[in-house]
């Protein structure tokens, strides 16, 4: 039985690697110790705005062309022992593209010194974050509770409550995370309206209920409760939002639907 040369196990190691960054989700740009681009795969040229043909054998300025970004950026990435990670942009036919570009120096067997730059997309992550950031300041405007459980987790942990929920409560935010929303009830578990909840949850739709909730103190007040699935681009339900007013009296509880 035959087995492969030392250089056909080279060769086919350099295959395997040029098919997986032809193939990566991540852009990968490799410079040589004169800043030039002697690699730039699939991916990064994609990320960059521009043709990998054009770009290798040249300046790192080349790369860096359709980035808005000061002039310090191209020597950032050719200087030696200057590793580390910046975040830019460049236009796009949509608005702007925010790339991630994470750098490091490395040293083939022959001591030769070459710098890699990963390159990634972060632009949807910057604007989840900003819709977000932009719904809390909602949120702790807003004159409700508002709380937000993973439904993704066991027994549904709180991930988020704004400071009216807390004022309501009488608990921290700190001292909420990490637990279920059951924990207003004290001992109070077998309310009528529960089952309202409960059964919304399960069938991962809208509901609505009063129930009755106890603060920090021990004090009970009533609890008109809103819940809401949020779901994922695949309309998975990802989370439930709850938004709780607090309503006067026990009697509005006997008047409650």
């Known amino acids: 039985m035959s087995h492969p040369t030392p250089r056909a196990n080279d060769l086919f190691e350099q295959t395997l690697l040029s098919t997986w960054l032809d193939e990566a989700d991540v852009g990968i740009c490799v410079l040589d110790d004169t800043a030039r681009v002697v690699m730039l795969n ?3 040229a994609r990320m960059m705005n521009i043709e990998a043909l054009n770009v290798l054998n040249m300046p ?6 359709k980035i808005d970004a000061d002039v310090t950026l191209a020597q950032w990435l050719g200087s030696p022992g200057q590793d580390g990670e910046r975040t830019v942009r460049r236009a796009g036919a949509e608005g702007a593209v925010h790339l991630l570009l994470k750098t490091r120096g490395v040293k083939n067997p022959a001591g030769e010194r070459f710098k890699v730059i990963a390159i990634n997309n972060i632009t949807a992550t910057l604007q989840a974050q900003q819709a977000l950031d932009f719904m809390k300041r909602q949120w702790e405007a ?5 709380v937000i459980s993973d439904a993704r987790a066991p027994d549904m942990p709180i991930i988020y409550v704004n400071p009216m929920f807390e004022r309501m409560s009488g608990y921290s ?3 909420i995370m990490g637990r279920n929303c059951r924990f207003l009830q004290g001992t109070d578990r077998h309310q009528p309206a529960l089952d309202t909840i409960r059964q919304a949850i399960h069938d991962e739709t809208n509901g609505h209920a009063i129930l009755r909730n106890y603060r920090k ?6 609890n008109e409760l809103f819940v809401s699935p949020v779901r994922d681009a695949a309309g998975v339900v990802t989370h439930f939002v709850g938004v ?6 026990a009697a509005a509880l006997d008047r409650a639907p």
């Open 42 to 44: 699939a991916a990064g």
């Open 60 to 65: 790192v300025t080349r790369l860096t062309e």
């Open 142 to 146: 807003l004159n409700a509770g508002v």
């Open 173 to 175: 935010a700190a001292e």
């Open 217 to 222: 103190d021990g004090s009970m007040f009533l």
């Open 244 to 249: 709780q007013h607090p309503r006067g009296s």
